[in-house]
Structures are given as C-alpha cells and as structure tokens.
C-alpha cells in the first residue's frame, strides 16, 4: 500500500529551492546590516531586533522538523511502514467480508492497553519502567486516533507488533500518519458488541477515556449511516434485467459486491467513473474484472472497498458461449 501522494499546499512551498531562496535573501540582509548606513530611530531598532531574534528561533525549529521529517522517510521506514498499512487494510476488508474479528482476543488485549496501559511500580527495573512509559506514550496516540483508527489498529496489530522493543518509532510515527481516516465507518455487529461488553466490565468499566470514545464510536456510525442514507436518497432508483450480450463475452456473473459510500471515494479515487455513481459492483469472471455500468476494477479492489452480496446469479443461457 503507498502512502497517499496529494500534493497539498505546502509541497508548493517547502522546497529546497524555495529555502535556497530564503538564504539569499536573509544573507543580502545580513550585509545591509554589517556594511549598510542603515538611519533607523530606536523603536525600529528595536524592532529589527525583534524580529532577527524570532527568525532565528524559526530556523532552528525549521531545522528540527526537517530533521524528523527525514527520519520518518527513511527506506526501510516506509518499506516496513507499507506492509503494516496493507496489513491493517487485509484486516478490515476481512473483516467487513466477514462481520468477524480476525482475532478476538488480539482485538480485547489492544483495547485495554489503549485505555488502560501498565503503570510504573517501585519494584521495576529501569528498562521495565523505560517499556512502560514508552508503551503508555504509544497508547495515548493511538487512542487519540480518529475511533475508527483506534478501531483498526486494535484489530489489525498484535500488541508484540506495536510494541517499543520491536517496532522503531519512526516506524509507528508513520503507520500512526496513514493509517487515520477521516470517513466514518459502520463496523460489524460484533466489534461494538465487544466494545460494549468491555464497557460494563473491569478494567475499563470505570475508565472516562473509553467512555468518551465509545460516545466516539458511536456518533460516527451514525454519521456513517446518515451519509449512506443520504447517498441513498439521491440516487434515483433503477431496474436491472440480464444484460444483452452476446457471443464468448457472455459469461456467468458469479458473485457481488455492495461499495458503501463512505468507502465509495477511495474506490473511485484509483478508478474514475465515467458517468454519475453507482454503488454495485459485479465480478465477472471472464477477464477476472468487476464491472459496473460506471467503472470496471480488479477482483481485488472489489473485495478490499466492497462487501460480498446476496444478490442473485445470473446464468449464462446462450449455447454460443458454451
């Protein structure tokens, strides 16, 4: 999975030939200042001060950030970084496919080291008391992710995975950037069922962080379902009869996929459709594709932004094509 490539506003900006840019400019100031008669009154003075004084701060924090950002986009970062993401992504497709957790008990164990993670005793050794603090770091900011990353990431990654000894932190820096998501999700019926469960029992029954966040959780589903009803209420209905094509192109349609909307952008982001949108999609075996009457995707695609329906079969009647 690469890591999304839009182009924001400051790629526009933060370049090493815009800075080169800046460094002849503040440099031809700097001799102005050493060599030039500069007649200036003592509040102007005072405020040239001022301001190389806060330009100078900025530099330095300009520096640190490149810095970390360099850390972060090093190779074997986003080599490892990647197949956590497409990793997590399996999961949730799984997951969707399926409406159950891939493991159960992986999922618990995250869910309470996020809200409930282990506190320093007297009796730890250093490097114990360094795990520790560095594991209840890293559950804060995962469970400072939108409900539906802290959802993912319990699902998705055993706690081994995560943890400080194995995975580096610009390693878990990154995989914490992409792995957020700003469309709200309607999980299967299981994952709030646990959620719930874990709710009403210790250690968490008394935690006001997961109360906040199952409140979280559960204003976007419901966002989720009001953007799926509001799709659905836009769209005009249609009727669908067998197709008529005719020759080898006629084949059996032999499974379907519903693509709810809020999932619908990042499908159509990778394939643009060619008309309005249309939320089924149908894989056609012939040339192993998933058709719509707007786009035609891979089989894998289907079944990573789709779930599989119960919409019925339709045979191939034409001997033609036997």
């Known amino acids: 999975m690469e890591p999304p490539h839009v182009k924001s506003p400051y790629q526009a900006t933060i370049?090493?030939?815009?800075?080169?840019?800046?460094?002849?400019?503040?440099?031809?100031?700097?001799?102005?200042?050493?060599?030039g008669r500069l007649q200036l009154d003592f509040d102007q003075y005072s405020s040239l001060e001022a301001a190389s004084q806060e330009l100078a701060k900025i530099a330095s924090s300009f520096a640190g950030e490149v810095k970390e950002l360099v850390k972060r986009r090093k190779h074997t970062v986003i080599l490892e970084g990647q197949k956590l993401l497409s990793h997590a992504e399996s999961m949730k497709s799984e997951l969707w496919a399926t409406g159950k957790l891939r493991n159960k008990t992986t999922f618990i164990r995250n869910i309470q080291l996020f809200f409930r993670p282990p506190e320093e005793s007297k009796l730890?050794?250093?490097?114990?008391r360094q795990r520790k603090?560095?594991?209840?770091?890293?559950?804060?900011?995962?469970?400072?992710?939108?409900?539906?990353g802290t959802i993912t990431w319990a699902a998705a990654f055993i706690p081994s995975v995560w943890d400080s000894n194995h995975?580096?932190?610009?390693?878990f820096d990154f995989v914490v950037e992409f792995l957020d998501s700003d469309h709200p999700h309607r999980w299967p019926a299981q994952v709030y069922e646990v959620l719930d469960t874990l709710a009403a029992e210790q250690p968490l029954q008394d935690s006001p962080e997961f109360k906040n966040f199952l409140i979280s959780v559960n204003r976007s589903a419901e966002d989720a379902r009001r953007e799926d009803q509001s799709v659905i209420q836009?769209?005009?209905?249609?009727?669908?009869?067998?197709p008529e094509v005719h020759g080898p192109a006629q084949e059996v349609i032999e499974m379907?996929?519903?693509?709810?909307?809020?999932?619908?952008d990042g499908l159509l982001k990778l394939y643009p459709p060619s008309t309005s949108r249309h939320s089924i999609?149908?894989?056609i075996p012939i040339e192993d594709r998933v058709a719509t009457v707007v786009i035609s995707i891979p089989r894998e695609d289907a079944v990573?932004?789709?779930?599989?329906?119960?919409?019925?079969?339709?045979?191939?009647s034409n001997p033609l094509s036997a």
């Open 281 to 283: 999609i149908l894989t």
């Open 15 to 35: 370049s090493a030939s815009r800075c080169q840019g800046l460094i002849v400019e503040i440099n031809s100031m700097i001799e102005i200042a050493k060599h």
């Open 234 to 242: 836009q769209t005009e209905p249609r009727s669908y009869g067998v």
């Open 167 to 171: 995975l580096s932190k610009s390693t």
């Open 133 to 148: 603090k560095l594991t209840r770091e890293r559950s804060e900011r995962i469970r400072n992710l939108t409900p539906d």
């Open 124 to 128: 730890d050794n250093p490097p114990v």
């Open 304 to 316: 990573r932004f789709g779930y599989e329906s119960t919409l019925p079969v339709i045979f191939n």
């Open 256 to 264: 379907a996929f519903l693509v709810p909307p809020s999932r619908l």
